[in-house]
């Protein structure tokens, strides 16, 4: 038997990600037409014997959240979760933390699998790779190759090439220390609590020494990277899984329609349902779309590749949408034209406006590009990236918003370029 646990991390997180997540946790924030986290849902549910799947957190428990576990739970009649940390315990405490929890019923082994990367989740033959190694107290992590200058925004895995064990692993080296980077999917054994109490009982008893008043809190403060990886590399106990398939983080807004666009690739396979069909009454569909069966769309409407249109969205005569995640409830009136944006929930975007971004797309021409989480900002400038619109954004007919960023509950008079509205 087996159960997955997936890290949904909480608010104070995805700071990267605002304006969008102030109005959604990030988890469910759609990708490709679903909440992100539904696609590690779906990879989960598709390994044989998987018994129940976990999301560790420290959001509140909000009506968001609930509406999606119980509707997860219905569509893929297994069940889910959700375990609230008291505070963000990092990516090894959370998981300690609620140990009891995840091993009640014995689970043989268990999935771990951080909530903000799009992959193609290659779960079952982590599994299989696993028991071909014969050592079931051995653990797995998916590594992928990244190119020799990104690869230090990574944790890098130093791995023997024949048996695949994990040699030497760093989180975020300063210089080069190899090519394969930890994906933030892995595969535990139980033996796994025992590690990560020996890091627990040896950071309380360093914190004992302080006499620090809120001891406990921090010794419980445990993150699988730095604290329990770099300890067990090299003792033939951590083994990697490289995969060639697709794989992303997704920090940035501008890395949703990445991944937005990894997924809807994947879709022609495993979904091909959820891809808009050309259609003489329909609108024009290029490449890869997603429409919700709510939205309402002019058939005179150009629209793709990789666009994916939210419930209850109005797109209007002659409008052009491109590499773009339209949100439930906008309205796109007559001619206007986006590209490269995210369009936030109920906003409206004025005739012939155009609203543009510049995509932060991985180098097309080097396969183990990745993209790059960039920073806001780069010598007190913002990095022209994708534009972005909070929720309720009104933009006038006739304006040009180019490489912004519109703060939620906006209504612009005019143009604008290279700004964050506030």
């Not at 025992?194 to 445990?222: C, D, K, Y």
């Not at 983080?249 to 666009?261: P, W």
């Not at 796109?332 to 971004?357: K, M, P």
């Not at 007190?380 to 534009?387: A, F, K, N, V």
């Amino acid at each position: 038997m087996l159960k997955a646990v997936i890290l949904i991390g909480g608010p104070q997180k995805g700071t990267r990600f605002r304006p969008l997540s102030f109005e959604v946790p990030k988890p469910l924030f759609p990708v490709a037409g679903v909440p992100m986290i539904q696609h590690h849902i779906e990879a989960c549910t598709k390994v044989p014997s998987m018994k129940e799947i976990v999301l560790v957190g420290f959001y509140q428990p909000n009506e968001a959240l609930s509406r999606f576990l119980v509707s997860a739970q219905q569509e893929f009649k297994i069940p889910i979760r959700y375990l609230q940390e008291y505070a963000a315990l990092g990516t090894g405490g959370g998981i300690y933390h609620f140990r009891d929890q995840i091993l009640s019923g014995s689970p043989e082994a268990f999935f771990v699998l951080n909530a903000d990367v799009c992959s193609e989740f290659p779960l079952p033959e982590m599994l299989a790779f696993q028991q071909q190694r014969g050592d079931p107290h051995s653990f797995v992590m998916l590594g992928t190759t990244a190119n020799r200058k990104q690869s230090l925004n990574y944790g890098c895995i130093v791995a023997n090439m024949e048996t695949c064990e994990v040699l030497h692993y760093v989180e975020k080296p300063s210089t080069f220390v190899s090519e394969i980077i930890n994906c933030g999917i892995y595969l535990f054994t139980p033996a796994i609590f025992q590690h990560i109490g020996e890091v627990f009982q040896r950071t309380q008893q360093e914190l004992l020494l302080e006499e620090s008043p809120n001891g406990w809190q921090r010794a419980e403060v445990i993150r699988l990277e730095q604290d329990i990886f770099t300890a067990l590399a090299g003792r033939g106990k951590l083994y990697v899984y490289k995969t060639d398939g697709f794989w992303s983080q997704i920090k940035s807004a501008g890395s949703a329609i990445y991944a937005s666009r990894l997924y809807l690739s994947q879709y022609s396979q495993c979904h091909p349902e959820r891809l808009a069909p050309n259609s003489p009454e329909g609108p024009t569909i290029r490449g890869n779309v997603y429409l919700h069966p709510t939205a309402s769309i002019d058939r005179s409407a150009v629209l793709g590749p990789n666009v994916s249109i939210g419930k209850g969205v109005m797109v209007g005569a002659g409008v052009r949408v491109r590499e773009s995640i339209i949100l439930h409830g906008a309205s796109l009136q007559d001619h206007t034209c986006v590209l490269n944006s995210i369009v936030g929930w109920d906003s409206t975007i004025g005739r012939w406006a155009r609203v543009e971004g510049t995509p932060s797309d991985p180098n097309p021409n080097d396969p183990y590009a990745k993209i790059d989480s960039e920073t806001l900002f780069r010598d007190g400038r913002l990095t022209p990236s994708i534009t972005i619109l909070g929720c309720n954004v009104t933009i006038p007919a006739e304006v040009v918003i180019l490489n912004s960023i519109v703060l939620p509950h906006k209504e612009l008079s005019r143009s604008f370029k290279n700004q964050i509205i506030l």
